[in-house]
Nanobody, 126 residues
Framework: QVQLVESGGGLEQAGGSLRLSCAASGRTLSSYHMGWFRQAPGKEREFVATSRPGGITYYASSVKGRFTISRDNAKNTVYLQMNSLKPEDTASYYC????????????????????WGRGTQVTVSS
């Protein structure tokens, strides 16, 4: 079992930055695909970013160039650095871990993921 706890959310102005953290316990994250998803009120949960076990990353087009996913295996923590925030980035952000990926080697579907955190709220004001 893997337990994931997100932190770092909050209220930020448009154009600002936030860094989300996802701390894991129970298992080392180095062998997992790690992902960030988000869900706004009344909308489906959507993919944001993923990191393969080796650290190669992939992003949703809506955040590419603004968000960066990274992992610190020594701290068993995954991060999401969010820059140039927009009001449309407002959502609850969830960290997740997957043992395998089905989308051509990329874990971009929520159904790929075995473990989820409870989420952290990000609100971007205009």
């Amino acid at each position: 079992q893997v337990q994931l706890v997100e932190s770092g959310g909050g209220l930020e102005q448009a154009g600002g930055s936030l860094r989300l953290s996802c701390a894991a316990s129970g298992r080392t994250l180095s062998s997992y695909h790690m992902g960030w998803f988000r869900q706004a009120p009344g909308k489906e949960r959507e993919f944001v970013a993923t990191s393969r076990p080796g650290g190669i990353t992939y992003y949703a087009s809506s955040v590419k160039g603004r968000f960066t996913i990274s992992r610190d295996n020594a701290k068993n923590t995954v991060y999401l650095q969010m820059n140039s925030l927009k009001p449309e980035d407002t959502a609850s952000y969830y960290c997740a871990a997957a043992t395998r990926a089905t989308g051509g080697g990329w874990a971009i579907s929520q159904y790929d993921y075995d473990y989820w955190g409870r989420g952290t709220q990000v609100t971007v004001s205009s």
